[in-house]
């Protein structure tokens, strides 16, 4: 992955979140997947409609996604059937093509990754949504982070190190001399624990 970089610049590579980050919470994607998260908590895990949501913010806080917490309380699930559950009927038609953030990455001759939770289905969706697939060299996913996720293994994702640690390795680049861009507080705690140098907490 890694190549000739500017020489002038800070960093050689850019790694960026998606979800959140590369588009706005506004478009209202994100309220859909809490939605379908908690119904898919009361419908195929069997909790209560009123534990559902308190739950699912607990074990994205504390393992990065409710699959991986799960996993990690030693439930069985499936992680193609997750993933079909919670994406699968996501309006992502309400994700509007976007020129100027098509125009800025563009502009920018480092080596450009996104480095996401989400399955490789739904990133390919989204950042064809966008219309901004082709201004990445890589992506880095659920897939990239899980080579085995089948049965009842555990779940790697941000913030783990090892996902962080996963990453580094894709890029081939130096961590120091990473630019790291993500909207949760956590996962740029773990980049940083990870090494990574400069980094950018934002929301779109
Ligand atoms: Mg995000």
Known sequence: ???SPPTDS???????DMDDTLYSSKVGIAQIVRRNIDSFLVKICGFSSEEAPVLRADLF???GSSLAGLRALGHDVDADDYHSYVHGSLPYDSISPDPKLRE?????AQTKIVFTNSDRNHAT???DRLGVRDCFDAVVCFETLNADASGTAPIV????IEAMRTAVNAS?????????LDDNERNIAAGKAAGYGPHWLGRQ
């Open 10 to 16: 800070p960093f050689d590579c850019l790694l960026f």
């Open 61 to 63: 806080r504390t393992y």
């Open 172 to 180: 081939g680049f130096e961590p120091r001399r990473t630019l790291f």
């Open 125 to 127: 969706r989204v950042l």
């Open 157 to 160: 994702l941000k913030p783990s």
């Open 1 to 3: 992955m890694a190549s």
């Open 104 to 108: 800025l990455l563009s502009s920018i």
